[in-house]
């Protein structure tokens, strides 16, 4: 029963799909935390030039060209 449990061990140990899945997943982690960041540094940017625009159509602020 021993020797089986350590066959099977060793087995998984050897087989490399699973480190390979370990190294796809930090990487997706990774892309999406950089995502992420990216988005909220941009996104206030983003929001205030369109709240810039809507008021300058409405003629409420002159922007120079």
Known sequence: MLSKII???KWMYADEEGA????YAL??????V???????????NVGTQFKTTNTAVKGGVQVAP
């Open 7 to 9: 066959d099977r061990a």
């Open 20 to 23: 390979t899945m370990v190294e």
């Open 27 to 32: 990487l997706l982690a990774l892309i999406a």
């Open 34 to 44: 950089v995502s992420i960041l990216v988005i909220t540094a941009l996104g206030t």
